[in-house]
């Protein structure tokens, strides 16, 4: 009994949340085309809200719990999160402050997955494909398929990113607009693209004070960040952020075409981004956790912005 109490402890569960990356990437991306659909189109509030809340709650219980839950499991048999820094990055730290055993965390692995399965089988089954396909995609790419063995992609450089990270946050990123219209709008591909490799640069970022814990780690986290200073050096840490905000300055000429409003608060914020990033001592773990911090608050005012500028 013991051990299912401290399980589902309050400090345990706040913990693996990590509801600062949950709302700075699934939430914004979510909010993203949330507000124009609010702005611009005529739908029930009643039926907005349900769609939302169902959207916030699966973002909370795949992102947030088990992406997470997997992600420590991994990282720590790997025994990166042990070498980690551990400010921001590092995983939840439950196994390293004793909150939680690994134990624990692969039996609310194993019941969070259950859930999951059994939520989207019973979409299915009462008509709700959407969330079906978009449950099915979160458990994919934000847990097994970057965590999970024979899988892990998130050892395997660009491939955690492209083929874990990218579908997810894209799946959410027009999920709203996807279910509540007949069709998907231009705006929302380009909001949740932009949303989408953004969230992809930050997580690279997130990897650099990690680099060092990632190398030891057996088998050896070969994340783009760890692939790049194999390759290039220790200024070489920094490619992977720049090259994914490059992508973002692409996606920006496209949107300049139709929003030029939208296009201009993008930019901005994107010059901005990559200056603190050029800028930020990358062996200063506590400059990097304070750029890293300002690009969580960017993301979430690109996201504002796009939604708001359609």
């Not at 997997?70 to 551990?86: E, K």
């Not at 790419?141 to 491939?159: E, H, M, N, R, W």
Request: hydrophobic fraction near 55%; glycine fraction near 8%.
């Amino acid at each position: 009994m013991i051990p299912a109490q401290s399980a589902f402890s309050l400090k345990g569960i706040g913990m693996l949340l990590r509801l600062v990356a949950v709302v700075f990437s699934s939430v914004a991306t979510i909010l993203s085309t949330l507000l124009p659909l609010i702005f611009y189109y005529q739908i029930s509030w009643l039926t907005l809200l349900g769609t939302t809340s169902v959207l916030l709650v699966g973002a909370i219980l795949i992102h947030g719990v088990l992406t997470h839950v997997l992600n420590d499991i991994a990282d720590h048999q790997s025994g990166t999160d042990q070498y980690s820094p551990g400010i921001l990055s590092g995983g939840s730290r439950v196994i390293q402050t004793n909150t939680m055993t690994i134990t624990m965390l692969k039996q609310l692995g194993a019941m969070m997955s259950v859930f999951l399965i059994l939520m989207a089988f019973l979409f299915t089954i009462f008509g709700y494909l959407e969330f079906a396909i978009l449950t099915l995609v979160g458990i994919w790419g934000g847990a097994v398929s970057y965590s999970l063995k024979p899988f892990q992609f998130a050892y395997i450089p660009f491939i955690g990113e492209w083929f874990s990270l990218f579908p997810t946050m894209l799946a959410i990123a027009i999920a709203l607009p996807w279910i509540m219209l007949e069709s998907i709008p231009v705006w929302a591909w380009q909001n949740a693209l932009v949303n989408a490799v953004w969230c992809m640069a930050w997580v690279m970022f997130h990897h650099i004070p990690d680099r060092h814990a990632d190398q030891k780690a057996k088998p050896m986290k070969r994340t783009s960040v760890v692939w790049a200073v194999e390759r290039m050096g220790t200024k070489g840490a920094k490619f992977p952020v720049l090259l994914y905000f490059m992508i973002v300055g692409l996606l920006f000429i496209w949107i300049a075409c139709t929003r030029p409003i939208a296009a201009i608060g993008v930019g901005i914020i994107l010059v901005y981004a990559i200056r603190i990033v050029l800028r930020v001592n990358g062996e200063n773990v506590e400059e990097l956790t304070a750029v890293e911090k300002r690009l969580l608050c960017l993301a979430l005012a690109i996201a504002i912005w796009l939604g708001i500028f359609v």
